[in-house]
Each structure stands twice: as C-alpha cells, then as structure tokens.
C-alpha cells in the first residue's frame, strides 16, 4: 500500500523493520524484484540478498542482477537503490537462496554457481517449471544421500 519508486517502498520497509529490530541485531535479506508485463521493464532492489541470475539466449550466456544495498533492520537511514533494464524474449531470471550454489555431496564439495549456471543455459529452451525443476533434480542428484543444509528457495521467469 506503499506509493513511491521501488527504491522509496523499500527504503521505508527498511525503515519500519529496523525499528523493531536495531537492538537484537537481527536482519533479513531481499531481493525486490518488479516486472512490468506491457514494456518488460524489470526493476529490482537488493537488500542484502544475493544477486538475481538471468540467461540470456540471444548471447548465451549468464549475467547477475546486482547493485548494492545492505540487509534489512541494520541501519534505519539507508537509502536504497532501484537498478532496471528491459528485458528481451527469451531471457531467463533466477531468484535464489544460497542454499542452491552451497548444496554439498558426499565428498563436503560444493554444487556451485558454474554448475548452476549450466543447468540454467542447458535447459533454456523449457518452460521456466522445467528449468525449476530441472535445477532441483541436478541439486537433489549431486546431494546424494547427504541431507541438506540449508532451504533451496527458487524462482524461475522466462520473458516471452
């Protein structure tokens, strides 16, 4: 119900949830991410979270969706950045929890973000549920019978 630019609603969330939790030292991470359907202009903020991943097949190849901007409820005075670009038919954006790249195996190895991206770029032709779903499949693989660390949260648009 906020009005204001991407960058003004999530400096004023910031702003509310440090008010609740300056003095514990707690904080949460976002990735804000807005997509205008008519003209495929993407706006996004970060706040504290990993970068956003897109695939572009026209290129072929991957790219992060940064900038910077620090976790939420760390400081109440930090204004936030929106960054943008336009997106093209056919591109793909990833939205991730760390707990994709830092899945481990048997051997205490790590999935990866050079894994991640293959999978990405060796499945763009699917739907964005397949990629999800082929994503999930070659982490669940490369785990084994090594139970997982941490949440694997994903989220996968295609542009058409």
């Given amino acids: 119900l906020q009005s204001g630019s991407v960058a003004e609603i999530i400096t004023d969330v910031n702003r509310l949830v440090s008010a609740d939790t300056l003095e514990t030292g707690q904080f ?36 992060e969706l940064d900038g910077e901007g620090i976790s939420l409820g760390m400081t109440k005075n930090w204004k936030y950045r929106e960054y943008s670009l336009t997106a093209k038919s056919g591109e793909i954006f990833i939205l991730s929890t760390d707990g994709v790249w830092e899945a481990q ?5 790590m999935f990866g973000h050079k894994r991640f991206k293959e999978i990405i770029g060796n499945n763009a ?12 499949e070659e982490v669940v693989a490369f785990q084994g019978k090594t139970p997982p660390d941490d949440d694997i949260t994903l989220v996968v648009l295609k542009y058409l």
């Avoid at 997509?35 to 979270?49: E, L, S």
């Avoid at 195996?105 to 190895?109: I, T």
């Avoid at 032709?125 to 999930?136: K, Q």
Wanted: proline share 4%.
């Fill in 28 to 63: 949460m991470t976002l990735f804000f991410l807005v997509i205008d359907a008519q003209t495929g202009r993407i706006t996004w903020v970060r706040a504290g979270h990993h970068p956003a991943h897109f695939y572009s097949p026209i290129r072929g190849c991957c790219g």
């Fill in 105 to 109: 195996n048997e051997k205490g190895e």
């Fill in 125 to 136: 032709v699917l739907s964005a549920d397949g990629i999800r779903e082929s994503i999930i």
